[in-house]
Structures are given as C-alpha cells and as structure tokens.
C-alpha cells in the first residue's frame, strides 16, 4: 500500500507498507499490528473511512471500509485536500 507523506508519521517514513486482508477494513487491522495508530488515523470509531480520507482501489475510489479487496493490486491512501 501506497501512503501520503501526512501518515508517514505512522510507517516510521515509508512510502510504501506491506498488509494483507479481505477487506479494507481487515488490510488495516492488519496494518495496525506493526504500523501503530496508522488505522486510526484512517478509519474512524465506526470502522468507517474518514471524511478527510481518499482512499484508491487500483485507480478507483473507495468510501467503504467493506470494500472486498479481491483482485485489487494496489492501495493508496491520501489525505484529501480541500479549502477555497
């Protein structure tokens, strides 16, 4: 998985980190287990992706944690970007 420079805090500054799951949500648990607070920071109480989350499939976008990943090659994840 691809992450942004805003959560390499929690990768110990890697770009790029290893996980495995069915579903976004267990990519991150598993993520959790050697990248503490990474989840978190992703996923919010509910287990849902947060608001300033984008979250990509491939080159696809992503809003549900559920999301079966199956075939899915490559995740990135990025703080959105917003203001006026």
């Known amino acids: 998985m691809r992450v942004g420079s805003i959560l390499f805090e929690y990768t110990g500054g890697a770009e790029l980190v290893r996980g495995s799951g069915a579903t976004v949500a267990e990519l991150f648990a598993d993520l959790e287990t050697r990248h ?8 919010d109480e509910q287990g849902g992706l947060r608001p300033h989350i984008a979250l990509f499939l491939d080159r ?6 559920n999301e079966v990943l199956d075939g899915v090659e490559r995740v990135h994840v990025l703080g959105a970007l917003s203001g006026g």
Do not use: W, Y
Request: proline share 0%; charged share 35%.
């Open 60 to 65: 696809r976008a992503c809003r549900d944690a």
């Open 36 to 43: 503490k607070g990474l989840a978190f920071r992703v996923l």
